[in-house]
C-alpha cells in the first residue's frame, strides 16, 4: 500500500535529518535536500490520508482508475526517495565515537567519501523532484475525487454499509445459535430493568460479522419486547456524523417513532430536537442505533433523545469498544461479544446452515474432517459460519467440493471482505500501516505484544511528533513504544486484532488476527509485503519485495527469477537454508529476524547489513557474539534471549541507537529453581553510551561490579535485570536506581539462595509496575510499601524468618494484583488480615517449609481468582476462611501434603468450604522431574 511507502520513506527522511545534524552538521545542503524530500513526502501522505483509493467507490470507473493511478505514482516516488536516502546513509562512513576528537578525525579522513555520496544524493533528489514537479503540483490542485464528497470524505460509505448489513441480515437465520443467554439478559434488561430516569443505555459490542445486529433484532422484534414500549425506533448510523447528516438522523428517528405523523419534509422549520421532546417526553421508548463508529457522534445524538417515561431504553451496537465505555452517560449494561461462538454453537449453526433440510442438523461421516478445517478457519465468528454454511449448501455435499472451498475460503466468501471492510476504512492511516503488518505472520500465529511494538517502532510505523528520543526542548518526552502500544490497544478496541493472552493488569501479552481477516489483509497489502510458505504458489510477483516473511521455504527456490535487492524487512520461521549467501545481497535490510531458526553460530554476515535496526536471533543455538557487531551502528533492538550466549564483548557500547538489549535464558524444567535465569556478562567500558537503552536484562554483575554505579547514568532506563549481587552492592544499586525515574520493572538476583540483597537504602522510583526481589532478605525494604502502582511482585528465597510480618508492607499496596512467593517464609502461621489485599487477583505460595496454619480473615483478598500451593509439606489443614474467597475460581496444588489433598476430596467433611470453587486440580513430580500425577478435585 502507498500509505506503508510514504509513512517509511518520511521516517527514513527523519532519521537521516537527525543524523545529518549531529554527524554531518556542515553539510547544509545535504540537509536541505533531506528537508526538501521530506516535504515532499509530507504532501504525498496528506494526499493519500484524504485521497486514498482503497476507502473510495464510485460508478466512475475511469476516475476510479485514475485516481489508482494517482496513488501507484505516489507510492514509486515514495520507493524513490527511500531508495535514495538508504544509499545515501550507506555510503556515508558512519562510526559512531564516544568522544569529539576522535570523531573530528574520521570526518576528516572520510571527509572525501562523505562529499562524494552527498553530491550524488543531491543529484538523485534533484532528479526525483525534476521529473516528479509536475505531479506534484497535480496533487496540490486536486480538490474532488471519484467518490468523495466536499470534505474528501467517502461518500458512499453509509450506502455501502447498509449494502453490507442487509446481507448480513438474509443470511443469518432468524434463530439464533450460541446467544440464548445474553438474549435473555437483554429482554430482562429491556422489560424488568432499572426503570429510574433518564434511560437507561446498553451497549452491544463485537467484531464485524459477531452477530451484534442479528441478536438485537431477534430481541427487537420480541413481543414481550414490542408491547412493553409505547414506540420503538431502529436507526442505522452513518460512520461520518456531520451536521447535515446528523439533522437527517434525527428526522428519520422522528419517523420511526411516529410513522403516522404529518411533516412536511426534512426542511421542515421546526427544530427535531423540539419534536422528539414533544413526541417520547410522555412516553416509554426503545431506541436502537446499529453500528456507531465515535463515541463522540454517540454523545451527540444522546445529547439530543429526551429522558421520556421511566424505563424507556437506548441500545447501542458498535464495532469498537471504545464507544460503549468511554462517554459521559456510561451504559448500565455492556454485552461483549468478542468471545464469538464456542466449538459445539459453531458446530450446530455451521450444520444447520449446510443441511438446511435436516431437521437434526447432522453432517456426513465423509465431510465432518472438512467440516471441521473450514470450522477452524472461521473461528467461531457467526457471519462466516453463517455464510459458508449457506454457500456449502448450495455445492455437491462431496469431499472435494467442500475442499476447493477450504482452500479458497476468502475469494468464494467476498461477502467477508464486505464485512471487514467499513473496519478497515475507519481506520486512520498510521493504524491501517499496523494492521497490515500482521500479514508477515502466519495463520493461527500469537506474537508477543513487545516483539509486535519493537518491529513496529523499528518499520518506523509509529510517529511521535517531530522529534526522536525522550527529550525535546528540555521537556521529558514518553518514549515512542508506548504510542505504539496505544495503536495496539486501540487495534483490539476496534475488534480487528484479537487478544491472545493478557497479563494481570490488563495488559495485552500476545496477539493475533482471525484468519478470516488475515485473508483480508493479504488481499490489500498487495506486494508491500510478501508472505511464502511451502504451500504457497511460487509466481513471481511484479514488483520489488519490500518486506518478506518466509515459512519453511528453500531461500535458495525462493530468490529464483526475484528481484530481492530492496528487501528492507525479512522475517524467516522454521529452516532458513541458503540463508547466509542471500543476505549477503540484501544491503538494504533494516529488520532482521531469525526467531526460532535451527543457528548454531553467530551468523557472521549480518555485520555486513550497515542499515540493520533490529536483529532478532531468539531461541537459537547461538553461543557467541563477535567483536564486530560494532559495526551496526544504526542497531535498535538485539534480541538474543533463550539463547546460549554467556558473554558480550566491550564492542556493545558501540551501539550507541540500542534500546533494547534482552539476552537472559531461562532453564525452567517443572519448578523454578534458584539458578533458572542465567544472565549475561558483558566486558568492562563505558556503559553510559548506551544513552538509548530502555530495557537491559539479564545482565550478570560477577566480574564487572563498576557497572552497578555506571547504571545510575541511564536514566531513561525502563526495564533492568540484574544477577548475581552481593550483599555489599545493594547500598550502590540503590543509588543507581533511585535515578531511573522511568524504570516500570525490576528484576535483581543475588549470588546464591544464601547471600543477601541489601536494598534499605534510598527510596525507589514510585512508579515501578513489576518487581523482582531473588536473594535472602533480613526484612522487605521500607519503599516497598511506598509502590502504589506496582501491579506484579514476586519474591523469592527470601527466608523471612518468624519474627517478621511477612506481608504487613505488602497488604496496603493499592494495586497489587499478583503475588509470586517461593521460599519467602520460614514462619509456621501466614495471616491474611481482614480488607488487605483488595485488588489481588493471583497468588502464589511455594516451599514455605514451616507453615502449618494459613489463615484468611473476612474481606481478604475480595478479588482473588487463581491460587497455587506448591510444596508446603507441613500444611495439612485447608486455609482457615478459604470459603469466604468468594471470587476465587481455580486452586492448583503441586506435590502437597496427601491429608491436605484429602480434605478436598468429596465427602470430606471439609468439602463444603470450596465447594464454590470451579477448578481444584492435585499434581504430583517424580523423581524424573516430570508430572506423574493428577486429581481433578473440582
Known amino acids: 500500500m502507498a500509505e506503508i511507502a510514504v509513512q517509511v520513506a518520511l521516517v527514513v527522511a527523519e532519521k537521516a535529518i537527525i543524523f545529518l545534524y549531529y554527524k554531518l552538521n556542515h553539510s547544509s545542503t545535504v540537509r536541505y535536500d533531506v528537508q526538501k524530500?521530506?516535504?515532499?513526502?509530507?504532501?504525498?501522505?496528506?494526499?493519500?490520508?484524504?485521497?486514498?483509493?482503497?476507502?473510495?467507490?464510485?460508478?466512475?470507473?475511469?476516475?476510479?482508475?485514475?485516481?489508482?493511478?494517482?496513488?501507484?505514482?505516489?507510492?514509486?516516488?515514495a520507493y524513490e526517495i527511500e531508495d535514495a536516502l538508504d544509499m545515501f546513509m550507506l555510503e556515508v562512513p558512519h562510526q559512531f565515537h564516544s568522544n569529539a576528537f576522535s570523531e573530528k578525525i574520521h570526518g576528516l579522513?572520510?571527509?572525501?567519501?562523505?562529499?562524494?555520496?552527498?553530491?550524488?544524493?543531491?543529484?538523485?533528489?534533484?532528479?526525483?523532484?525534476?521529473?516528479?514537479?509536475?505531479?506534484?503540483?497535480?496533487?496540490d490542485s486536486i480538490h474532488q475525487v471519484p467518490g468523495r464528497d466536499q470534505e474528501g470524505r467517502p461518500s458512499s460509505s453509509t450506502t455501502r454499509r447498509e449494502d453490507s448489513h442487509s446481507t448480513h441480515r438474509r443470511l443469518e437465520e432468524e434463530e439464533i445459535v450460541g446467544f440464548e443467554k445474553p438474549k435473555q439478559e437483554l429482554i430482562k434488561q429491556l422489560v424488568e430493568g432499572d426503570n429510574s430516569r433518564p434511560f437507561t443505555i446498553i451497549s452491544l459490542v463485537g467484531p464485524g460479522g459477531s452477530g451484534k445486529t442479528t441478536l438485537l433484532k431477534n430481541v427487537f422484534e420480541n413481543k414481550m419486547v414490542q408491547g412493553f414500549f409505547n414506540c420503538h425506533a431502529w436507526i442505522d448510523v452513518p460512520r461520518d456524523l456531520c451536521d447535515r447528516k446528523l439533522r437527517e438522523l434525527l428526522l428519520n428517528m422522528l419517523r420511526k417513532f411516529d410513522p403516522k405523523g404529518k411533516r412536511e419534509g426534512p426542511d421542515h422549520h421546526e427544530d427535531p430536537e423540539v419534536q422528539l421532546r414533544q413526541l417520547l417526553e410522555q412516553k416509554r421508548f426503545v431506541l436502537v442505533l446499529d453500528n456507531v463508529w465515535c463515541k463522540k457522534d454517540l454523545e451527540r445524538i444522546v445529547n439530543y433523545i429526551p429522558n421520556g417515561l421511566p424505563g424507556s431504553k437506548v441500545i447501542t451496537t458498535s464495532r469498537i469498544s471504545d464507544v460503549a465505555s468511554g462517554r459521559a452517560k456510561s451504559p448500565a449494561h455492556i454485552h461483549d461479544l468478542s468471545n464469538l461462538l464456542s466449538k459445539e454453537d459453531a458446530r450446530s449453526l455451521f450444520y444447520k446452515r449446510a443441511f438446511p433440510n435436516d431437521r437434526e442438523g447432522k453432517c456426513p461421516p465423509e465431510l465432518k474432517e472438512w467440516a471441521d478445517k473450514i470450522l477452524k478457519r472461521c473461528e467461531g465468528l457467526p457471519f462466516a459460519i453463517s455464510a459458508v454454511g449457506t454457500l456449502l449448501a448450495k455445492k455437491r455435499p462431496t469431499p472435494l467440493e467442500w475442499k476447493k472451498l477450504h482452500d479458497n475460503l476468502e475469494p468464494n466468501l467476498p461477502i467477508i471482505s464486505q464485512i471487514l471492510q467499513p473496519s478497515y476504512e475507519d481506520l486512520p492511516s498510521h493504524l491501517k500501516t499496523c494492521f497490515l503488518y500482521f500479514s508477515m505472520f502466519p495463520e493461527d500465529y500469537s506474537i508477543s505484544r513487545e516483539r509486535l511494538i519493537r518491529l513496529w517502532v523499528t518499520e518506523g510505523f509509529v510517529m511521535q511528533g517531530k522529534s526522536e528520543g525522550f527529550v525535546v526542548q528540555g521537556r521529558k518526552k514518553k518514549p515512542i513504544e508506548e504510542d505504539a502500544e496505544g495503536y495496539l490497544t486501540e487495534l483490539i478496541g476496534r475488534n480487528l486484532v484479537h487478544a491472545?493472552?493478557?497479563?494481570?493488569?490488563?495488559?495485552?501479552?500476545?496477539?493475533?488476527?482471525?484468519?478470516?481477516?488475515?485473508?483480508?489483509?493479504?488481499?490489500?497489502?498487495?506486494?508491500?509485503?510478501?508472505?511464502?510458505?511451502?504451500?504457497?504458489?511460487?509466481?513471481?510477483?511484479?514488483?520489488?519485495?519490500?518486506?518478506?516473511?518466509?515459512?519453511?521455504v528453500s531461500m535458495t527456490k525462493l530468490s529464483r527469477n526475484r528481484d530481492l535487492s530492496c528487501i528492507r524487512t525479512l522475517l524467516v520461521c522454521g529452516q532458513a537454508s541458503s540463508l547466509s549467501e542471500l543476505l549477503k545481497t540484501f544491503r538494504f535490510l533494516k529488520v532482521l529476524d531469525l526467531q526460532g531458526v535451527p543457528l548454531e553460530?553467530?551468523?557472521?554476515?549480518?555485520?555486513?547489513?550497515?542499515?540493520?535496526?533490529?536483529?532478532?536471533?531468539?531461541?537459537?543455538?547461538?553461543?557467541?557474539?563477535?567483536?564486530?557487531?560494532?559495526k551496526l551502528g544504526f542497531l535498535e533492538t538485539f534480541d538474543l534471549?533463550?539463547?546460549?550466549?554467556?558473554?558480550?564483548?566491550?564492542?556493545?557500547?558501540?551501539?550507541?541507537?540500542?534500546?533494547?538489549?534482552?539476552?537472559?535464558?531461562?532453564?525452567?524444567?517443572?519448578?523454578?529453581?534458584?539458578?533458572?535465569?542465567?544472565?549475561?556478562?558483558?566486558?568492562?567500558?563505558?556503559?553510559?553510551?548506551?544513552?538509548?537503552?530502555?530495557?537491559?536484562?539479564?545482565?550478570?554483575?560477577?566480574?564487572?561490579?563498576?557497572?552497578?554505579?555506571?547504571?545510575g547514568e541511564l536514566k531513561g532506563l525502563r526495564k533492568l535485570g540484574l544477577t548475581d549481587l552481593e550483599r555489599k552492592d545493594g547500598r550502590e544499586l540503590c543509588c543507581s536506581v533511585q535515578k531511573m525515574e522511568d524504570l516500570s520493572t525490576l528484576d535483581v538476583r543475588s549470588t546464591s539462595e544464601e547471600e543477601f540483597?541489601?536494598?534499605?537504602?534510598?527510596?525507589?522510583?514510585?512508579?515501578?509496575?513489576?518487581?523482582?526481589?531473588?536473594?535472602?532478605?533480613?526484612?522487605?525494604?521500607?519503599?516497598?510499601?511506598?509502590?502504589?502502582?506496582?501491579?506484579?511482585?514476586?519474591?523469592?528465597?527470601?527466608?523471612?524468618?518468624?519474627?517478621?510480618?511477612?506481608?504487613?508492607?505488602?497488604?496496603?499496596?493499592p494495586n497489587l494484583m499478583e503475588l509470586d512467593l517461593v521460599r519467602y517464609y520460614t514462619g509456621e502461621k501466614l495471616e491474611f488480615k481482614k480488607d488487605t489485599f483488595k485488588e489481588l487477583k493471583i497468588l502464589h505460595i511455594e516451599e514455605f517449609d514451616q507453615l502449618n496454619t494459613m489463615v484468611v480473615q473476612n474481606g481478604a483478598m475480595p478479588k482473588l481468582k487463581k491460587l497455587t500451593m506448591s510444596r508446603c509439606q507441613n500444611l495439612e489443614l485447608l486455609p482457615l476462611g478459604i470459603e469466604g474467597l468468594r471470587s476465587l475460581d481455580e486452586l492448583l496444588l503441586y506435590d502437597m501434603n496427601n491429608l491436605f489433598i484429602a480434605r478436598l476430596q468429596k465427602g470430606s467433611e471439609d468439602r463444603q468450604v470450596v465447594e464454590h470453587i470451579r477448578v481444584i486440580h492435585s499434581l504430583y513430580l517424580g523423581s524424573n522431574q516430570r508430572f506423574t500425577g493428577f486429581q481433578n478435585l473440582s
Open 37 to 77: 524530500a521530506k516535504n515532499c513526502l509530507e504532501r504525498m501522505r496528506a494526499y493519500l490520508r484524504d485521497y486514498s483509493a482503497s476507502s473510495s467507490s464510485s460508478e466512475d470507473r475511469e476516475g476510479l482508475e485514475g485516481l489508482k493511478n494517482r496513488v501507484k505514482q505516489v507510492q514509486n516516488i
Open 109 to 139: 579522513v572520510h571527509y572525501p567519501a562523505v562529499r562524494k555520496a552527498s553530491h550524488e544524493f543531491s543529484s538523485k533528489i534533484e532528479d526525483i523532484m525534476e521529473k516528479k514537479l509536475r505531479f506534484l503540483l497535480d496533487l
Open 500 to 552: 491472545s493472552t493478557m497479563e494481570v493488569d490488563g495488559r495485552v501479552r500476545s496477539c493475533r488476527v482471525l484468519n478470516l481477516v488475515l485473508d483480508f489483509i493479504i488481499s490489500k497489502v498487495e506486494n508491500v509485503i510478501v508472505s511464502f510458505d511451502e504451500n504457497c504458489s511460487c509466481s513471481t510477483p511484479d514488483e520489488k519485495i519490500r518486506r518478506l516473511s518466509v515459512h519453511n
Open 601 to 630: 553460530d553467530f551468523p557472521n554476515y549480518v555485520v555486513g547489513l550497515t542499515l540493520l535496526r533490529y536483529l532478532c536471533l531468539r531461541e537459537t543455538n547461538v553461543r557467541t557474539v563477535p567483536k564486530s557487531i560494532k
Open 641 to 711: 534471549k533463550q539463547t546460549k550466549v554467556t558473554n558480550l564483548p566491550a564492542e556493545i557500547y558501540a551501539l550507541h541507537n540500542l534500546r533494547h538489549l534482552l539476552v537472559y535464558r531461562y532453564d525452567v524444567p517443572n519448578y523454578v529453581t534458584f539458578g533458572a535465569a542465567r544472565g549475561v556478562e558483558v566486558s568492562a567500558g563505558n556503559i553510559a553510551a548506551l544513552s538509548s537503552i530502555q530495557k537491559l536484562s539479564l545482565i550478570t554483575v560477577k566480574n564487572n561490579r563498576k557497572i552497578i554505579r555506571d547504571l
Open 757 to 813: 540483597l541489601d536494598l534499605d537504602h534510598e527510596e525507589f522510583p514510585h512508579y515501578l509496575q513489576r518487581l523482582y526481589l531473588k536473594g535472602r532478605l533480613e526484612r522487605l525494604p521500607k519503599w516497598i510499601s511506598q509502590l502504589h502502582s506496582v501491579a506484579k511482585i514476586g519474591l523469592k528465597w527470601s527466608k523471612l524468618n518468624a519474627n517478621e510480618n511477612p506481608l504487613e508492607a505488602l497488604q496496603a499496596l
